[in-house]
C-alpha cells in the first residue's frame, strides 16, 4: 500500500515561497509509469492540477503555475517538493501530492492547509 504525506508550513507571507514535502512509502518515486502530482483545492473551488514529476525526474507544469512553480525530488528520501515563488493570498488553498499511474490518481496524501496571510 503506497501512503503519501504532506509537510510544510501552514502560514506563508506573500510575496513569499511556499515551500512542500510529500514524503512516500511503501512505493519507490522511481517506479517505472509513475508520476508524482501536486494538486490544490482553493476554498470554495474545484480541484486545480499544479504539475509532477515522473519516474525518470522529468517535470510538467501546468501552463498557467509553470513561471513559479518548481517540483524537485530526492530519491535517497523518497521525496518530492513542490516550491511555489511570489505566493499571494490567492494561492491559499489545501495541497495535496498524489501517484499517477496508468491514467489516474491512484493514491493521495490526506492534503495539506496553506494560509498566504501577512
Known amino acids: 500500500q503506497v501512503q503519501l504525506q504532506e509537510s510544510g508550513p501552514g502560514l506563508v507571507k506573500p510575496s513569499q515561497t511556499l515551500s512542500l514535502t510529500c514524503t512516500v512509502s511503501g512505493g519507490s518515486i522511481t517506479t517505472s509509469g509513475s508520476y508524482w502530482s501536486w494538486i490544490r483545492q482553493p476554498p470554495g473551488k474545484g480541484l486545480e492540477w499544479m504539475g509532477f514529476?515522473?519516474?525518470?525526474?522529468?517535470?510538467y507544469y501546468s501552463p498557467s503555475l509553470k513561471s513559479h512553480t518548481s517540483i524537485s525530488r530526492d530519491t535517497s528520501k523518497n521525496q518530492f517538493s513542490l516550491q511555489l515563488t511570489s505566493v499571494t493570498p490567492e494561492d491559499t488553498a489545501v495541497y495535496y501530492c498524489?501517484?499517477?499511474?496508468?491514467?489516474?490518481?491512484?493514491?493521495w496524501g490526506q492534503g495539506t492547509q496553506v494560509t498566504v496571510s501577512s
Open positions: 498524489a501517484r499517477g499511474y496508468n491514467y489516474q490518481y491512484d493514491y
Open positions: 514529476i515522473a519516474y525518470r525526474g522529468s517535470t
